[in-house]
């Protein structure tokens, strides 16, 4: 942790030139400096990216929300258009962690990090999102590929992401008291060609759940769900909640997300 050049980019050009060898970009460093801290993570050069013009802001359209990789949990918990266009997303965002992580911590680096009880990767899901890096457009279906990893490749930055703007949608969380994180999420969204349901928290990535998908699909309300059987394999069991617990949590959550769309 105590052998780092700190280096701060002016622009995405220069964070590419910069990340070299075993650099790191950091954003609102609350994953990166605490993994650092605990030796469980050491890199020569930390990149700051928080000063690149561009990579910070939201701009809404009827169609998509595109919110900017640096852009604060705090910015887009008591942003105005968000909350018209999206007001899930605000609700998300302004439950994240404490007010210290939401006004450091960026969508950008919740979305690398794919924490498997992060909150924003449950929204990239039900909302369809693009992924915009310095590369290339990556859907939100191909971006969150397992437990801390992503599709991104080395030096590779996000800039945008951009949400499609849903019909309808909620967010419901079942979260660890201390740290907020989701011991279960459930993001429901009704878009204009399907619905989509995303959950966080449960497996070691985030995944869209395809039976209550089905049985929204067919009758959008909380009844709905009632029939459909969640199989707990694959589920995570820790100190916080077995894998039988997650499963059940998972139709509470879905149905308090639906009945507050
Ligand atoms: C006490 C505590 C409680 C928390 N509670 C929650 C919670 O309830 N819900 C939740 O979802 N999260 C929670 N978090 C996580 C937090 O929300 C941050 O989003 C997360 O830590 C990462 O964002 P960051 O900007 O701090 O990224 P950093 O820590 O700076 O970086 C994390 C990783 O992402 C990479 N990265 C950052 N930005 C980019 C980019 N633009 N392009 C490519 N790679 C990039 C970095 O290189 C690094 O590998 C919590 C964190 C703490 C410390």
């Given at each position: 942790m105590k052998n780092f050049n700190f280096k701060s980019a002016a622009n995405t050009k220069e964070a590419k030139k910069l990340v070299k060898g075993r650099a790191i970009f950091l954003a609102g460093g609350m994953t990166l400096l605490p993994a650092m801290k605990l030796r469980l993570a050491a890199y020569t050069d930390l990149i700051n990216?928080?000063?690149?013009?561009?990579?910070s802001g939201i701009k809404v359209s009827s169609k998509s929300t595109k919110i900017g990789a640096t852009t604060t949990h705090a910015e887009v918990a008591a942003s105005k258009e968000v909350g018209k266009s999206i007001p899930s997303l605000a609700v998300l965002a302004d439950g994240i962690g404490d007010p210290q992580v939401r006004n450091r911590g960026t969508i950008g680096g919740s979305i690398a990090n794919?924490?498997?009880?992060?909150?924003y990767p449950s929204a990239c899901l039900a909302l369809n999102a693009t992924i915009h890096t310095s590369k290339r457009k990556i859907s939100a279906d191909k971006f969150f590929t397992g437990m801390f990893e992503t599709d991104l490749k080395k030096g590779e930055l996000i800039e945008t992401i951009e949400f499609e703007v849903p019909e309808k949608s909620a967010y419901a969380k079942f979260p660890?008291?201390?740290?907020?994180?989701?011991i279960v999420g459930v993001y429901v969204a009704k878009l204009k060609k399907e619905i989509r349901v995303a959950v966080t928290g449960v497996e070691s990535c985030v995944f869209r759940c395809k039976k209550l998908e089905q049985a929204l699909s067919s009758n959008f309300s909380p009844?709905?769900?009632?029939?459909v059987t969640i199989s707990s394999k694959g589920f995570n069991t820790d100190i916080h909640a077995s894998a039988e617990y997650r499963a059940h949590i998972i139709k509470v959550m879905a149905k308090k997300a639906v009945s507050s769309c």
């Open positions: 990216i928080k000063k690149i013009k561009g990579l794919n924490d498997p009880a992060a909150d660890n008291p201390a740290s907020r994180y989701a009844s709905a769900i009632d029939n």
